[in-house]
């Protein structure tokens, strides 16, 4: 009789000590599905609802890409395109991370594949939101280049915002800052610039407002030309436009450098008449990284090493 008391004794103990370890896992199971917050992000296309720090994200901004990569989040990244990866984000061009097409041709069942929580995209996808959104709850997030501080800075915030990353994202923007702080102080007075995009031996100028307009508008060069317009493709300019408006220093976005292609910008600037330039004879011909100004502008590696660029040409 006292063997069989102690049986039952035991059984009802385990019975008891399974029932609070079952107990416990609920419990935290609970806790986790408590803990997934959702929120709600405003962008230029619409609002957004998703579940905070999302497990899988198709990024086709790389300025995105590059701000998660600096704030940790690479870990994040489900799928991007790969064509055109920037050589300084190579990380992201693993089997772990998925090919989800071109810039401008995604490949939308790669991307429906990954099961992405979130998908990030800019202007050159602009167009195909809706189809993003099928797939995802999708943010956009291109840059107002009519504002590109405020509106880097509110990028970079939203991406905070979206994976608990708020207190990073606003330390290393204040980095960034004070540096745009330095590099204006230490713009030359009366010096002005010109801005020239090179593709396949033509050229378009920038102005204040324009893509590169950061120049300008954020870092205090005095713009050779006030008339141009703000447009994606720049405006078509002759050889005789630069040596006539004779900047002093001339910055250049090598397209075919960006894009894979030939490099042939300095063939195509140099020629006889930009060397009667100012910017010529003092050697302010600049010759900017294409990756950061043509493909990924925007991320916080980018944006600060843009910044540097146009302050070491001073």
């Known amino acids: 009789m006292k063997k069989l008391a102690t049986l039952f ?111 990030i995209i800019s202007g050159r996808q602009s167009d195909a939101y809706d189809k993003f959104s099928e797939i995802a709850p999708t943010i956009y997030l291109g840059l107002d280049t009519s504002n590109y501080i405020a509106s880097f800075h509110a990028n970079v915030e939203k991406i905070g915002k979206i994976f608990g990353k708020e207190k990073q994202a606003q330390k290393e923007l204040d980095k960034i800052d004070t540096q745009i702080e330095k590099v204006k102080a230490s713009a030359p007075k009366g010096k002005k610039g010109l801005i020239i995009l090179a593709n396949d031996g033509k050229i378009s100028a920038y102005g204040p407002g324009s893509r590169f307009g950061l120049i300008h508008d954020v870092l205090g ?26 900047p002093d220093y001339i910055y250049v976005i090598d397209r075919g450098a960006a894009v894979g292609g030939e490099s042939s910008a300095k063939k195509t600037v140099e020629n006889d008449l930009v060397k009667t330039t100012n910017a010529y004879k003092n050697g302010k011909i600049i010759y900017l990284n294409p990756e950061y100004w043509y493909l990924s502008g925007g991320g916080l590696e980018s944006v600060k090493e843009m910044v540097k660029e146009v302050g070491d040409s001073f």
């Open 9 to 119: 004794f035991i059984s009802l103990l385990a019975v008891v000590l399974t029932a609070c370890g079952g107990g416990k896992a609920s419990s935290d199971g609970d806790k986790a599905k408590a803990d997934s917050k959702e929120i709600t992000i405003t962008h230029e296309l619409g609002k957004t609802k998703l579940t905070q720090d999302p497990s899988k994200v198709t990024v086709f901004d790389f300025g995105s890409l590059d701000t998660m990569e600096k704030l940790g989040l690479s870990n994040k990244v489900a799928a991007t395109p790969k064509q055109n990866l920037p050589s300084y984000l190579k990380a992201f061009d693993t089997d772990k991370v998925k090919d989800a097409g071109g810039l401008k041709e995604p490949d939308f069942e790669a991307i429906n594949e990954t099961g992405s929580d979130l998908n």
């Open 221 to 246: 060069v005095e713009p050779v030309d006030t008339s141009i317009k703000a447009s994606t493709h720049g405006q078509s300019i002759s050889m005789e436009y630069i040596s006539d408006k004779n």
